[in-house]
């Protein structure tokens, strides 16, 4: 039974800073592609970044977030981390972890999903 748990979401003020966690369990995600997505009110579910770990971490980042956010893993934990920096209101969403086989900003191109965390930005 894969399951993949977030946490670390919260109330944090604009310009703040939070690290979101997402535990894996039920298989090794170790050669798998993990990867962030949010979902903010009455909007789509949008990336945020992705990380796939073959010889070397390799990253991708939506527009939004490049510079202020940074994926990371360790794959001992079989954990994915999102350090998200300088965040703004508009950073307000559900941060979903996701986990697939390749590379892509698309969510229909991740098989495996958490539950969601909460990320609130006042301003």
């Not at 962030?36 to 789509?44: H, I, L, N, V």
């Not at 796939?52 to 971490?57: F, N």
Request: charged share 15%; glycine share 14%.
């Amino acid at each position: 039974h894969v399951q993949l748990v977030e946490s670390g979401g919260g109330l944090v003020q604009a310009g703040g800073s939070l690290r979101l966690s997402c535990a894996a369990s039920g298989r090794s995600f170790s050669n798998a592609v993990m990867g962030w997505f949010r979902q903010a009110p009455g909007k789509e579910r949008e990336f945020v970044a992705a990380i796939r770990w073959i010889g070397g971490a390799t990253t991708i980042y939506a527009d939004s977030v490049k510079g202020r956010f940074t994926i990371s893993r360790d794959n001992a934990k079989n954990t994915v981390y999102l350090q998200m920096n300088s965040l703004k209101p508009e950073d307000t969403a559900v941060y979903y972890c996701a986990a697939g086989q390749k590379l892509v900003m698309g969510p229909g191109g991740y098989d495996y999903w958490g539950q969601g965390t909460q990320v609130t930005v006042s301003s």
